[in-house]
């Protein structure tokens, strides 16, 4: 039988930490221009909520949903948008929140078709980033931790759906035996 062990990377204090900081550095770029983020489903969910709540100012929330992953743990390679943005943002200042950024594609593709609707601004955060596994050149302007190059779970990332709920981030280890 498969046994899953899930080692700590990233604690619950140090996500809130970054967070903050996060928060402080969009605040230090934009001013306090009103912001719409635009959280990639399912994955940003724990972050941009919590992100939220440390932005100061009008803050505006929506969420577009994209396939490129199925149950798997490697990226298919394909960008298809599931669910598009209601919030019309023309002339407004826009942050993608990201969970992770593996190989690019999904940010570099959005990137590009929200960069069509004309906002004022476009940036990104995303709470990891693999550096080492990029394939697509995509922007990501603020990070909360470079990681290596291992299948991590929780706080938003699952493997099969499980594990979003996580209040860390960990690595996923599946032994048989
Ligand atoms: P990218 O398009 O390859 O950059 O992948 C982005 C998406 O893949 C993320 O939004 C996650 O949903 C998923 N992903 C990438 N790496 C991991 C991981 O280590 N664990 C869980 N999901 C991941
Ligand atoms: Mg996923």
Known sequence: MAQVQIDVLLTEDQLRTRTRELAADIRAT???EPLVLIGVLKGCVPFIGDL???LSGDVAIDYVQVSSYGDGKT???VFQLKKDHDINI???HVVVVED???SGLTLARLRELLATRRPASLTAVAMLSKPDARSHESRVEHVGFEIPNVFVVGYGLDHAESYRN???VGVLRESHG
């Open 100 to 102: 992770i950024v593996d």
């Open 52 to 54: 939220a709540r440390e």
């Open 166 to 168: 996580l209040p860390f």
């Open 75 to 77: 990226s298919t390679g």
């Open 90 to 92: 023309e002339g407004r």
């Open 30 to 32: 934009l001013a306090d």
